[in-house]
C-alpha cells in the first residue's frame, strides 16, 4: 500500500520562501519517477517538477531557478524548496510518484498512480 503525505504548506508573503515535504511508504521500486504538482481552483493540475532514479530533473518554465526538487532515500522523503514565491504560485501542492523512468511525460498528471492529499500553499501580497 503506497502513501504519499504531504506537509509544510501555509501561508506566506510574496519574496518569503516554503520547504514541501512528501513522506513516502510503501514505494520500493528501483527505478522511478517523482513528482509535485499543484492546482489552482478552476485551473488545471500543473506539473512543478519531477526527479528520476536515473537522475533527471525537470521544473516547469515559471518556477525554474526559483525551485528545487530533492529526496532524501531514508526515510523516502522528496522535497520541493519554494524561493522568492509569487501569488501565482498558490495551489494545493501535491507530490506523485510512479515506477519507471521520467520521460517526456513527467509532467501530465495521468501518467502517475500514486498521490498524495495535497498542501495548500498560499502566497499574499
Known amino acids: 500500500q503506497v502513501q504519499l503525505v504531504e506537509s509544510g504548506g501555509g501561508s506566506v508573503q510574496a519574496g518569503q520562501s516554503l520547504r514541501l515535504s512528501c513522506a513516502v511508504s510503501?514505494?520500493?521500486?528501483?527505478?522511478?519517477?517523482m513528482g509535485w504538482f499543484r492546482q489552482a481552483p478552476g485551473k488545471e493540475r500543473e506539473g512543478v517538477a519531477a526527479?528520476?532514479?536515473?537522475?533527471?530533473?525537470r521544473y516547469a518554465p515559471s518556477v525554474s531557478g526559483r525551485f528545487i526538487i530533492s529526496k532524501d532515500n531514508v526515510p523516502n522523503t522528496l522535497y520541493l524548496d519554494m524561493d522568492s514565491l509569487k501569488p501565482e504560485d498558490a495551489a494545493m501542492y501535491y507530490c506523485?510518484?510512479?515506477?519507471?523512468?521520467?520521460?517526456?511525460?513527467?509532467?501530465?498528471?495521468?501518467?502517475?498512480?500514486?498521490w498524495g492529499q495535497g498542501t495548500q500553499v498560499t502566497v499574499s501580497s
Open positions: 506523485a510518484a510512479d515506477g519507471g523512468v521520467c520521460g517526456g511525460s513527467w509532467y501530465l498528471a495521468w501518467r502517475y498512480s500514486n
Open positions: 510503501g514505494f520500493s521500486y528501483m527505478n522511478y519517477c
Open positions: 526527479l528520476g532514479s536515473d537522475g533527471t530533473i
